[in-house]
């Protein structure tokens, strides 16, 4: 089929390693988000700069992959994704590079902005190219094995960032990219090629463009201030809002749109990205406030409030083949109603919980939640993913990517500010365990609502809980 919007599937013996090449990616971009955090307090004094200045380290490198991830899944729709995948590896390693060679502030902030870049190719083709690579029968487990990588590599950032930065100073954290893109790459070099594209490709630049902007305006009003909001960023997201309305306008009387209205009318890529927005908000809580009630009701040490920290990746690590094998199995419509009941059950013993029960009482619901959410994460991008038609796989793999994203910025800054409005102050020092403990409630109340929503969408749309199996 040469006229095929993706390469034919490879033989069965090649699924293991394009899974492999998949896997690295997704490492790669996953390390990228969480690694860089931990070197914060060693790149003030390096830089001699102030915190919020070296913030735009970590800001630069999301809002890069947030405002970019559908625009260049769109990319490779059109031009190939197996070709867009190695430039996107080429120029994260070149700009983990720059990062690492970097003698100024401002042109480690630059290459990070780069990497974003390539961080954004990188995720937004991963799970679409996961459906060209892989046998439809074994897409579930595709997509739980991609789960459990970025879970990892989020899990291992600031671990592995550490003992980098004691051993080899804070540009090591950059260079550890180098051998992983050149693997990748490497890997990609074996993997089928592109079909040939016999139609010159229209690219939606306006639209990707005022998209861009969008979420630009978007993130920042989310970012800025520390929960508190002010006049600016009312005034962002006011222009997010007139965007993003001016932006399905365009996208109706586009020759070529950047997403076509059809897609937005399918009722299981709405419905998926509308769950996987409100899910990851849910997430981001057990990011924001446990930290708080780790080290101001329990009274733990950093450095154990850190081990408790990593348990939650480490559960959605273990629980993402498993949960793509179910998938398979038993479909997504079923394992996504399992995982959001999961994420419900977890939540709610994290919105009642009391720190005389100590840190069991914690770990146990923490445990649930993330193990819901990988459960859910591999049923509804395969659902998604499945319901849409291949010429559209990347821009959607995009969306789906987007959503999340939007999903942990908004989580971040909405249960961070629930949690210091009941709690009174968001410096552990400065607030009572009851205090702690009443913000903590109070911030994963509002997630439990958020799940009930998500319910709700799983329950009436006919879209990832009405979806047979594959195998069907």
Known sequence: MPDSPHPSRPPRQHTTRAM???ASAMLMSSLGTSIANIALPTLVETFRSSVQAVQWVVLAYLLAVTVLVVSVGRLGDLIGRRRLMMAGIALFTIASVACATSTQLWMLITARAVQGLGAAVLMALAVALATDLVP???????????????ALGTALGPSLGGLLIAGWGWPAIFLVNVPLGISAFALALRLPPDAPRHARPDFD????????????AYALAMTLGKGHAGLLNLVLLIAAALGAALFLRMQKIARSPLVHPHLLRNETVRAGIAMSSLTSAVAMTTLVVGPFYL?????????????????GPLVAALAGVPAGRSVDRFGSGPMT?????????????LAVISPDLGIPAYVVPLAATTAGFAVFQAANNTAVIAGVDASQRGVTSGLLNLSRNLGLITGASLMGAIFAARAGSLDASMA???????????????????????????????GPASLPSPRT
């Not at 205090?435 to 006919?462: C, Y």
Request: no cysteine; net charge positive.
């Open 205 to 216: 630049l306006r639209g990707s463009t005022l998209l861009a902007v969008t979420l630009t």
């Open 295 to 311: 080290s101001g009701a329990l009274h733990l040490a950093p450095a154990a409030t850190g081990l408790v920290m990593t348990i």
């Open 337 to 349: 109603l399992l995982g959001l009941g999961l994420m419900t059950l977890g939540t709610l013993g």
């Open 432 to 462: 009572s365990v009851e205090a702690i403990a009443a913000g903590t409630h109070a911030a994963f109340a509002a997630a439990l609502l958020a799940l009930g929503f998500s319910a709700l969408v799983a329950l009436r749309a006919p």
């Open 20 to 22: 492999v090449f998949l």
């Open 136 to 150: 439809p029968a074994r897409s579930g487990i595709a997509m739980g094995f991609l789960g459990t990588t970025s």
